[in-house]
């Protein structure tokens, strides 16, 4: 019996009998014996025609490397879908006097993050961000607000809030001590306590000044969220602030290494 045929036959018998199998009551097509058999045959036929293990590698690899090019084909359509909205909301992104920004204001980069305080990816990503922010500080760091788990766990609006309200009482400086320190507290998940945000914002110099309300700056970033079409947290965007183009920027919708910021740093940093 030819190879391609003796395979389709095998093939084919399998499949008729594990569909009868399904159909059927939950009765064994075989018996442990005859299963037993069955795979020595196979193992005796494999031993003797290796070719078929090779054609078999051939065919997963070719498989495996068809996915792949797939799968950078709908990444490449997606950061193209994601660079069209950044560039259509600019101005929301880059000049908003509301969103705390840390940096030179004459920078020619930007690192725009979509954060929310109770998230396990923003914490894992925090530190990346924190070597950036050390290794380029020439880039502009802006921190968008984004409390989405606030209908599960209440202090993730808390800290946000308490957030904006150090930017507004302190600065750039302080705001980035309190980030930092929320995110040290290595809490998230819902296990962010009041006394956590509290200190945090003791170690920024902030003190109560009353009640405050800042329901419109979350509005306004979870709107813009929206319109990038972000699903989630963290949602980091890398761009020049001037002469964006789908070439120069960089979506990034999840945690990622410094590395991976890096390059993106240094794709949006090259001159059109």
């Known amino acids: 019996m030819k190879l391609n045929t003796l395979t389709s036959f095998i093939v084919t ?47 997963l690899q070719a498989q495996q490397e ?10 490449a ?29 004459n920078a020619s980069v930007a690192v725009i993050e979509f954060f929310d305080y ?34 599960r766990w209440e202090n993730s609006r808390a800290a946000a809030e308490r957030g904006l309200s150090v930017w507004k009482q302190k600065g750039a400086e302080a705001y980035v ?7 040290a507290t290595g809490k998230n998940e819902g296990n962010l306590t009041k006394e956590d945000i509290d200190l945090a914002a003791a170690k920024a110099g902030w003190r109560d000044s009353g009640k405050e309300s800042f329901t419109s700056a979350l509005e306004k970033n979870d709107a813009l969220a929206k319109a990038l ?18 070439k120069n ?10 590395e991976r910021l890096e390059a993106a740093i240094n794709k949006a940093s090259v001159s059109p």
Not at 14 to 39: K, L, M
Not at 119 to 132: I, R, T
Not at 232 to 245: D, E, L, Q, Y
Request: net charge negative; hydrophobic share 40%.
């Open 177 to 183: 001590t309190y980030h930092n320190a929320i995110y």
């Open 229 to 246: 079409s972000l699903t989630g947290t963290p949602g980091i965007i890398i761009m020049p602030v001037t002469g964006a183009t789908p």
């Open 13 to 59: 018998t399998y499949i008729c009998f594990n569909s009868v199998a399904q159909a059927s009551a939950p009765q064994p097509v075989f018996t442990p014996a005859q299963e037993a058999r069955i795979g020595e045959i196979a193992a005796e036929y494999l031993v003797s025609h290796p070719e078929v293990l090779v054609a078999v590698s051939q065919k």
């Open 118 to 151: 109770q998230c396990v990816h923003c914490s894992s990503v925090a530190p990346e961000l924190e070597k950036m922010m050390k290794t380029h500080p020439d880039v502009r760091y802006i921190f968008k607000e984004w409390p989405i788990f606030a209908d």
């Open 66 to 75: 068809a996915r792949q090019q797939l799968q950078a084909q709908q990444e």
């Open 249 to 258: 920027i960089t979506v990034i919708p999840g945690a990622v290494p410094a």
């Open 77 to 105: 359509r997606q950061q193209l879908q994601f660079a069209v909205r950044v560039m259509d909301n600019q101005v929301a992104l880059l000049n908003d006097t509301d969103t705390p920004a840390f940096g030179p204001e």
